[in-house]
């Protein structure tokens, strides 16, 4: 149980185009769910949390406007890259908590790598 | 202000030797504390975690960890290690009532032959 997918799992594309991940939690039902970012050979950044059917809140330094995130449902986030540049490459991934937990844990998602070309 | 330290970017170790990577973590209130595991070009995958009870906590492939308070410390140690546990490995920490994750920055272990 606790399974948690993201779509793609790679994906290339040109630079000034949309890119958009999704994650979907497979066997619970999420309440809440975090992106993160993560550059090579470095540790996870939280880039935002989002919390299903409310605005996704932003880590300091994260543009929301770059970055859209929507959570229209308890087992669905997306992660839309607007307007992508190279910089914006780098491997994302999701996590998602359970609606009641009895204690706090994120289950992850096998991440997307994004290369902006 | 919660903090997680990993000291050792990188642990080179011989084949069925024993391993120890280390993980300290500051925090004011009671934490859960995790060690996750991630293989190249893959996600997180957890390995074994503390929430309460016993300190000593045991993952199926032979991983174990102990959560000492008066240290603040949840180290990872494995008695004998194989090549297949070449990996980057998490050290992360949250508290009750908030869903966040600190992470620690990592630590690469290195198993040679």
């Known amino acids: 149980g606790a399974v948690v997918s993201q779509h793609p799992s790679r994906v290339i594309c040109k630079s000034g185009t949309s890119v958009k991940i999704e994650c979907r939690s497979l066997?619970?039902?999420?309440?809440?769910m975090f992106w993160y970012r993560q550059f090579p050979k470095q540790s996870l950044m939280l880039m935002a949390t989002?919390?299903?059917?409310?605005?996704?809140?932003?880590e300091q330094g994260v543009e929301k406007d770059k970055f859209l995130i929507n959570h229209a449902s308890l087992t669905l986030s997306t992660l839309t890259v607007t307007s992508a540049h190279p910089e914006d490459s780098s491997f994302y991934i999701c996590?998602?908590?359970?609606?009641?937990?009895?204690?706090?844990?994120?289950?992850f998602g096998p991440g997307t790598r994004l290369t902006v070309l | 202000a919660q903090s997680v330290t990993q000291l050792d970017s990188q642990v080179p170790v011989f084949e069925e030797a024993p391993v120890e990577l280390r993980c300290n973590y500051s925090?004011?209130?009671?934490?859960?504390l995790f060690w996750y595991v991630q293989y190249p070009n893959q996600g997180l995958q957890l390995l074994l975690k503390?929430?309460?009870?016993?300190?000593l906590v045991e993952s199926i492939n032979g991983f174990e960890a102990e959560f000492n308070k008066s240290q603040t410390s949840f180290h990872l140690r494995k008695p004998s290690v194989h090549i297949s546990d070449t990996a980057e490995y998490f050290c992360?920490?949250?508290?009750?009532?908030?869903?966040?994750?600190?992470f620690g920055t990592g630590t690469r272990l290195k198993v040679l032959a």
């Open positions: 996590s998602a908590s359970p609606s009641a937990p009895s204690y706090n844990e994120q289950f």
């Open positions: 066997d619970f039902q999420a309440t809440t």
């Open positions: 989002s919390n299903e059917g409310s605005k996704a809140t932003y």
């Open positions: 925090s004011s209130v009671s934490v859960y």
């Open positions: 503390y929430l309460s009870g016993s300190t």
């Open positions: 992360a920490a949250t508290t009750s009532g908030t869903y966040k994750y600190i």
